[in-house]
């Protein structure tokens, strides 16, 4: 099992940018592949960064990807998620999750999930 908490949402303006984490606990962090997801009002919920285990392979949507950093930080069991040049698009519900896999863009390959932090960008 992993538990995990999001954190770093909230209101930004068009242009700004935020931070997210996500603290993990249970199952060895080190060991398995983590995703960011988010979730739109009437939309499905969609890929937005992945890293594998040690860090060393990133995968983003092409959404974000150039503003968008993942990361994750193995010693202290936490996952991060830097975004820049936010727009009113980017404005959703942030989800970390965990997948046994070594990372996927596939919300069916992750099979923890965190509760989710609200991100709202205003224009």
């Known amino acids: 099992q992993v538990q995990l908490v999001e954190s770093g949402g909230g209101l930004v303006q068009t242009g700004g940018s935020l931070r997210l984490s996500c603290a993990a606990s249970g199952r060895t962090f080190s060991s398995v592949g983590m995703g960011w997801f988010r979730q739109a009002p009437g939309k499905e919920r969609e890929f937005v960064a992945a890293i594998s285990w040690s860090g060393g392979s990133v995968r983003y949507a092409d959404s974000v990807k150039g503003r968008g950093t993942i990361s994750r930080d193995n010693a202290k069991s936490t996952l991060s998620l830097q975004m820049t040049s936010l727009t009113p698009e980017d404005t959703a519900v942030y989800y970390c999750?965990?997948?046994?896999?070594?990372?996927?863009?596939?919300?069916?390959?992750?099979?923890?999930w965190g509760q989710g932090t609200q991100v709202t960008v205003s224009s």
């Open positions: 999750a965990a997948t046994r896999r070594s990372y996927s863009s596939r919300k069916e390959d992750y099979s923890y």
